[in-house]
């Protein structure tokens, strides 16, 4: 077997997890056919736990704690330099010395890089084969979230949106190729990088239809007079963030006047200080960390995906739709998917929608339970990992110029 290097911004493990959800799964994929390296940061103090696990996949690896506090203190030095925060925020001497002494001492030409910030350490000659997966656009979203934020924190993040796309598209023009999560995401990374368009390529999200099943029986976590909508999400990112506020004070009154029995669930590890005030709402419950979603999902009435800021495809509302569930999306939660509205989920526009909709499925569940089941179709026929993979050893695989576009 050959040798590739893997570098993800953070421990590609739980693999039900968020955002490790797809970096879980090119890990798997890729430990069939290489020996993998892996170099990948740990910024949760509970994911040390599962490092011997990861270590079961891989070849040579380093594990670098990263505390945010430090982290972000670090890169405030980008502010002095024509730099993106990000870089410094995932800067880190003993990975970059690792990166260097494997290098040295492995026959490894291919990287993978998961996450624009880790590119800056796959920058050696050694490397003849290197393909990026940005999953999102994130410059685009910092520009996003400038516009919901208030100075000085909109001039930072429009500052901080600049400088990534700047280290954005230097990346995808050093890169063999770059992969997003979706075609439309795939599509603005070519308006805003166009040199390089004809090598930027994507592919979806997956989900494990076996895991994610409403075949498996779960305790109910809720009380019997409760009729559950349920978010899930890491709850110290911002665009959940928002997303559980606007739902939790100006939607959800909206249907407990009509259903007192109605509860919104925000079900996610981290929450912030701002999710937690929710809590003193009525009807608001916020779990925390959850050893396991798929509970909280198998018994609530129907998920919902109120997001007003969002990049590529939700890994939340594909779970959801293969536990059979109703979804209540926003047009941004949607992005990506492939799913007819009022067929295999319900989509909603705005908050009056979002209120009429939620309290019809609370109403009315058991004549929607076709929603859930051809949801959950949806997913299986075209949403499983393996496919979505083999566009990843194509790109590893070739020596040649790539056109993906």
């Known amino acids: 077997m050959e040798h590739l290097l893997f570098l993800v911004h953070r421990i590609p493990y ?19 056919r290489y020996h993998v390296h892996l170099g990948t940061f740990v910024d949760d103090p509970n994911d040390w736990q599962y490092v011997d696990t990861v270590k079961q996949l891989c070849g040579e690896t380093h594990f670098a704690a990263l505390n945010s506090r430090i982290a972000r203190l670090r890169s405030i030095g980008a502010l002095g330099a024509n730099r993106a925060l990000s870089l410094d925020y995932y800067r880190d001497a003993g990975l970059r010395a690792w990166v260097k002494e494997l290098l040295g001492s492995r026959p490894i030409n291919r990287v993978l890089v998961f996450s624009s910030a880790m590119a800056q350490y796959a920058d050696s000659a050694q490397l003849t084969r290197r393909v990026i997966d940005f999953v999102d656009v994130d410059s685009d979203k910092w520009q996003q979230y400038a ?33 997003l999560v ?11 990088a166009p040199d390089s ?14 895991y994610f ?4 029986s779960f305790p109910n976590p809720y009380q019997p007079d409760e009729a559950v909508m349920a978010f899930t999400g890491a709850m ?110 319900m989509l ?21 339970e076709s929603l859930g089941s051809l949801a959950r179709e949806k997913v299986k026929t075209i949403y499983g990992w393996a496919n979505k993979l083999a566009v990843v050893d194509t790109l590893l695989d070739s020596n040649q110029p790539l056109n993906l576009f």
Do not use: C
Not at 25 to 32: I, R
Not at 156 to 179: C, H, I, K, M, P
């Open 182 to 192: 979706s075609q439309p995401e795939a599509q603005l990374f070519r308006q805003l």
């Open 147 to 179: 516009e919901k934020k208030f100075w000085p924190m909109s001039w930072l993040y429009r500052r901080e949106g600049r400088q990534l796309l700047r280290y954005e598209q230097q990346v995808a023009r050093n890169f063999d190729a770059s992969l």
């Open 236 to 345: 110290d990112y911002w665009p959940n963030i928002d997303a559980v506020q606007w739902f939790a004070r100006e939607i959800l009154p909206s249907i407990r006047a009509r259903n007192p029995a109605a509860h919104f669930f925000i079900i996610g590890a981290r929450p912030s200080s701002q999710v937690q005030m929710l809590a003193n709402l009525p009807g608001v419950r916020v779990t925390g960390t959850v050893p396991d979603v798929r509970p909280y999902l198998a018994h609530a009435r129907m998920a919902v995906a109120p997001l007003r800021i969002a990049r590529g495809i939700q890994n939340k509302v594909l779970e959801a739709m293969a536990m059979a569930m109703p979804v209540l999306v926003s047009p941004q939660a949607l992005e990506g998917i492939d799913a007819v509205p009022g067929r295999e989920l």
């Open 14 to 32: 739980p693999p039900n997890k968020g955002d490790k959800i797809r970096s879980y799964h090119l890990l798997k994929h890729l430990a069939q």
């Open 213 to 216: 099943s409403p075949a498996h």
């Open 348 to 368: 909603a526009e705005n908050a009056e929608q979002f209120a009429t909709m939620a309290s019809d499925l609370l109403l009315q569940h058991k004549q929607h």
């Open 197 to 210: 368009s004809h090598k930027i390529g994507f592919f979806n999200n997956g989900v494990d239809t076996d």
